[in-house]
């Protein structure tokens, strides 16, 4: 079932994730399919990854190696399943790092590859809020990977961040945000630590964050960000103007893409599916010529239609403003071209905005 197709199709934007599902340890909050005792199946694994990859006849406008831990990856695995992948022109290529895994070397090898960008899984830039997330790098790890990023001559580099779990104070999460602002990045990811059912930190409630203390340091990180020229373009998203994140802009635009390897997801046209999630069955199917897919969804129309406004309505495009309900005046402000986006309150409560837009339009 597995055959290149000489000349593939030529489309709109099409992404590529390929899912690397290998870490050294689980953080307590991860519910991602990784595994820390797999490290033996790497090559396997990325030979899968290029088998499955026969399949796909579109041009990939983006490509983003997600995980897991991506750079445990060895370069020359890494780049052979990248090398897999028929690639448009200028096309966006990121891989997920963690700060303690990278080198010179590394990203000498990723350049050469073909990598365009590179995103650090940072969290904090205070130890004692690391080792409670169960990160093992110190912030000294993620200045010696920025420099060597920027040495190499990646131009857009990503700093993600983790906001609001338990011990975490608002000062040490405005150290957190100065020391990264002072690494001079042109993104910046920050996402409220979320309880995912499954994870020790679910079982765990005394560790839940309060939602009034993520507010207040959201609020923080949209000033300090803003501040430090970077724009919001979606709620958990600021860049410098031109380092906005494709990959992630055509999921938030209902976009066509394909997840590679165990675990992924992939969308075509209002179509869902995903793959069986561990990588030694993820493995043998591919070699058995056999199908990965789990499971799918089809969409209908009406569904496809809420679902778009509600990805849309966390972008700085916004919706339209007749598809937003009267009373949402607070929440809401012009976007141009009769569209409205949600003011930074609105972005607090995007999710019960976006539940709203399901509803009988109130203006226009």
């Not at 050294?24 to 490290?39: E, L, M």
């Not at 501040?227 to 600021?238: D, H, K, P």
């Not at 569209?339 to 609105?346: A, E, F, I, Y």
């Amino acid at each position: 079932m597995y055959s290149r197709r000489t000349i593939p199709t030529v489309t709109a934007d099409f992404g590529v994730y390929v899912h690397v599902p290998f870490c050294a340890a689980r953080c307590d909050y991860c519910a991602f399919a990784t595994w820390t005792d797999r490290g033996h199946l790497m090559a396997d694994y990325a030979a899968a990854c290029v088998g499955e990859l026969a399949g796909v006849d579109r041009l990939a406008t983006t490509v983003f190696f997600g995980g897991g831990t991506p750079s445990l990856l060895p370069a020359p695995l890494l780049g052979s399943v990248l090398d897999a992948v028929d690639r448009a022109p200028g096309a966006e290529v990121t891989v997920e790092c963690n700060p303690e895994t990278v080198s010179p070397e590394l990203f000498a090898a990723y350049r050469a590859a073909g990598v365009t960008r590179v995103s650090f899984g940072v969290q904090s830039m205070v130890p004692a809020v690391l080792a409670a997330l169960g990160r093992v790098h110190d912030p000294a790890s993620v200045a010696r990977a920025a420099r060597w990023a920027v040495d190499a001559g990646f131009e857009s580099w990503n700093a993600d961040l983790i906001y609001g779990g338990v011990g975490e104070s608002v000062d040490d999460w405005r150290r957190t945000l100065d020391a990264v602002l002072a690494l001079d990045p042109p993104h910046v990811s920050a996402y409220a630590l979320t309880v995912e059912p499954g994870t020790p930190l679910a079982d765990d409630p005394a560790r839940h964050p309060d939602d009034d203390d993520q507010a207040d340091k959201y609020l923080l990180a949209e000033a300090a960000l803003t501040a430090a020229g970077l724009r919001s373009y979606e709620i958990s998203n600021w860049a410098r103007p031109g380092h906005e994140c494709r990959h992630n802009l055509l999921y938030w635009s209902q976009g066509d893409y394909r997840g590679i390897g165990c675990a992924a997801h992939s969308h075509i046209a209002g179509r869902r599916w995903w793959n069986v999630r561990t990588p030694d069955r993820y493995i043998a199917l591919v070699a058995a010529g056999e199908t990965v897919v789990a499971a799918d969804e089809v969409l209908d129309e009406p569904t496809r239609r809420t679902e778009a406004l509600q990805l849309a309505v966390r972008t700085r495009d916004g919706v339209p403003a007749d598809v937003v309900p009267d009373g949402l005046d607070d929440l809401v402000e012009p976007a141009g071209e009769g569209r409205v986006r949600l003011t930074v309150r609105g972005r607090l409560l995007a999710n019960d905005v976006a539940v709203r837009l399901t509803s009988t339009p109130g203006r226009g």
